[in-house]
């Protein structure tokens, strides 16, 4: 069997007129940490949604464990095994930790994630389970997002804008969980405008510049200017793979 999980093809994606995502190519392979970084406006976002089916491409394709998705509607690519953690969390504000929870765990898949196995992650949750969700700070609330895809138990987590609005102690605590769910045997894609964070946790680095590829590789063969020159758009000669 492949080790490709997830094959992205040429995909291009439209906001209306605007070119969001142009002519973009990469694979997630089973058991790896992906980061797609890139600066704010760069079609990071727009790329996880387009993925996760809640963003419709206008060419190319998106092919998960080897069946073409590009038309699968979210939902199905949830119980097909893709599961996304939206920027900005979009946690259902008037219920509870606990019913926020049972939301992801109310079509889960078979695996080794459950309400329980999040308590376990997080400590803190048990005794606040039924404290309504917007009475929690921001990385509590990114802590519940997280919990809530993981249940659906996928075989490739996406996480958008992982560490936006929050404080570099909780973003760290959240980054350090991220070895253990792999060794669940989940993949993880992670869109980050925190390069070092990013790069730091990533078996590959994908960079996105105006919606194209500037860059791409294994953290430790990319140079720090490399990825600066990719990242801010100091040179676009350099869209080879560099692995």
């Known amino acids: 069997m492949s080790d490709n999980l997830l094959v992205v093809e040429n995909l291009t994606v439209h906001h209306g007129q605007l ?15 992906f ?33 073409d998705i590009s038309a699968m509607p979210p939902h199905k690519r949830v119980d097909f095994g893709v599961s996304l953690v939206p920027e900005g969390r979009r946690l259902f504000a008037s219920m509870t930790l606990e ?23 997080f400590p803190w949750m048990p005794d606040r389970r039924r404290q309504l969700a917007w009475q929690f700070s921001g990385g509590e609330q990114q802590a519940i997002a997280l919990g809530r895809a993981l249940v659906t138990n996928p075989e490739l987590l996406l996480i958008d804008e992982l560490s936006l609005g ?6 760290e605590k959240i980054y350090a969980l991220i070895p253990e769910i792999v060794r669940e045997g989940l993949s993880v894609m992670i869109v ?11 078996s590959r680095v994908h ?23 990719a990242y801010f758009g100091a040179d676009l000669s350099g869209t080879k793979d560099h692995q």
């Open 19 to 33: 070119l969001a995502v142009d002519d973009v190519s990469f694979n997630v392979d089973r058991g790896e940490v």
């Open 207 to 229: 960079c996105l510049l105006e919606g194209r590829t500037s860059l791409t590789g294994v953290p430790g063969d990319l140079t720090s200017e490399a990825i600066e020159r």
């Open 35 to 67: 980061a797609m970084i890139g600066a704010n406006g760069a079609g990071k976002s727009t790329l996880m949604r387009t993925i996760a089916g809640l963003q419709k491409l206008t060419s190319g394709s998106i092919t998960f464990k080897g069946q």
């Open 99 to 121: 019913e926020n929870l049972q939301v992801g765990e109310f079509k889960s898949n078979k695996g080794p994630f459950n309400i329980n196995r999040i308590y376990e992650l």
């Open 166 to 171: 929050l404080a570099p102690i909780v973003i």
């Open 192 to 202: 980050e405008q925190d390069v070092a964070q990013g790069v730091g946790v990533a």
